[in-house]
């Protein structure tokens, strides 16, 4: 008992000390906690993300290490499911505070039953068991998609529910990152809310937005400045603004199909489809902490950086890595322009569009 205290409290010291010198977690053993990879005690409130699969894994590890950089205080929580290998666990759990599996068939989990009679809402109705989190008092959302350029523990003095507002449709907050306070009775609500009035974007940010109704309305503290959202697309359709708060921005949001790891990259410099100098920016910083913090933990040749993890679609496979990913076929693309995800650096920039005007009017290749 009294050996258990005595390295309870050197654990504690030393947690903090190492803290304090804000020293890299690798090198440190990690331990087994009831089935849970854990290394410190737990804060009472974390950054909480989720990944699906491996290439999901890659941007979570990334996202991982730009909070470590910004040297947050905050517990750092990764969901996992299934889909997500041992091997990408071991590692995840070389970041995160708490690698948490979910999404277990479990036939007495009402959000299966729901799964069963709303098959489309299985990946929503994973997202959703952060709620689930109760061991934390309030946590933020990141998608793995996202990656933070400076501290934002100030987010924690925000409530329930916490978001930026989508650039699609600004009455509505977009959901990759938000702050929300765990709670089971919350969770089962969202699992009845999407049972009874499902999803209307068939995702979980409607299902949110459908259940955190008032948002837009409410109480404007709930609204989380752009710069904790920022598309990383966005520059391009206010550029002005951009350059008046850009070097402001906290959280960046990768959306759209082209996701950082699908970019190629050559001597550490992204190959891109097409100049922009703000957004490589931002791309680039993703690659420089994958390249120094998380491919030396990976079994892949430096040529094949970032192909052996990824699980894409089959007809998507070849052409995402092409030098120009002129990539998505011609229906993704149209799929992506009728949700307002318009690649205006990549294949939809317009000399693009110029050059196949050109072509249709004047007959010019
Ligand atoms: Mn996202």
Not at 18 to 45: H, M, P
Not at 98 to 127: M, Y
Not at 138 to 167: G, H, M, Q, W, Y
Not at 171 to 184: L, M, Q, T
Request: charged share 25%; with cysteine.
């Amino acid at each position: 008992m009294l050996l258990n205290i005595g390295l309870n409290l050197v654990d504690t010291v030393f947690c903090s000390v190492w803290r304090f010198l804000g020293c890299q977690r690798n090198d440190v053993t990690s331990f087994q906690r009831d089935g849970i990879e854990a290394k410190y005690a737990l804060a009472d409130e974390a950054f909480v993300t989720l990944a699906t699969d491996d290439s999901y894994s890659l941007g979570a590890l990334v996202l991982g290490h730009s909070l470590r950089i910004v040297q947050t205080s905050r517990s750092l929580v990764i969901l996992v499911t299934a889909g997500v290998t041992a091997d990408m666990r071991s590692q995840l759990a070389s970041v995160f505070d708490l690698v948490q599996e979910v999404g277990e068939i479990n036939s007495q989990d009402e959000a299966n039953l729901t799964i069963l009679t709303r098959p489309e809402l299985g990946v929503t109705l994973t997202k959703l068991q952060c709620w689930k989190l109760i061991q934390f008092q309030k946590c933020v959302f990141l998608d793995a998609d996202t990656l933070v350029l400076r501290n934002c523990d100030e987010l924690f003095n925000r409530e329930e529910l916490s978001a930026a507002p989508d650039i699609g449709w600004p009455d509505c907050f977009n959901s990759g990152v938000f702050v929300f306070k765990p709670s089971d009775e919350t969770y089962k609500a969202l699992v009845k809310c999407a049972k009874e009035k499902g999803s209307f974007d068939g995702g979980d940010q409607g299902l949110l937005n459908l259940f955190f109704q008032d948002w837009a309305t409410k109480d404007i503290s709930r609204h989380l400045s752009f710069l904790y959202n920022m598309n990383s697309n966005a520059c391009y359709t206010y550029l002005p603004a951009f350059k008046r708060f850009g070097n402001e921005v906290k959280i960046v949001h990768f959306l759209g199909e082209m996701k950082p790891w699908m970019y190629k990259v050559s001597e550490g410099k992204v190959v891109k489809p097409h100049q922009s100098q703000y957004y490589s920016d931002h791309l680039q910083y993703w690659w420089d902490l994958f390249l120094s913090h998380v491919q030396p933990h990976q079994d892949i040749p430096s040529n094949d950086l970032g192909k052996i993890k990824l699980e894409l679609p089959e007809e998507r496979k070849s052409s995402v890595f092409q030098d120009h990913p002129m990539a998505l076929n011609l229906h993704s693309r149209q799929e992506a322009w009728e949700k307002g995800q318009i690649d205006y650096m990549g294949v939809d920039c317009f000399e693009n569009i110029r050059q196949k005007l050109d072509s249709k009017i004047y007959g010019i290749k």
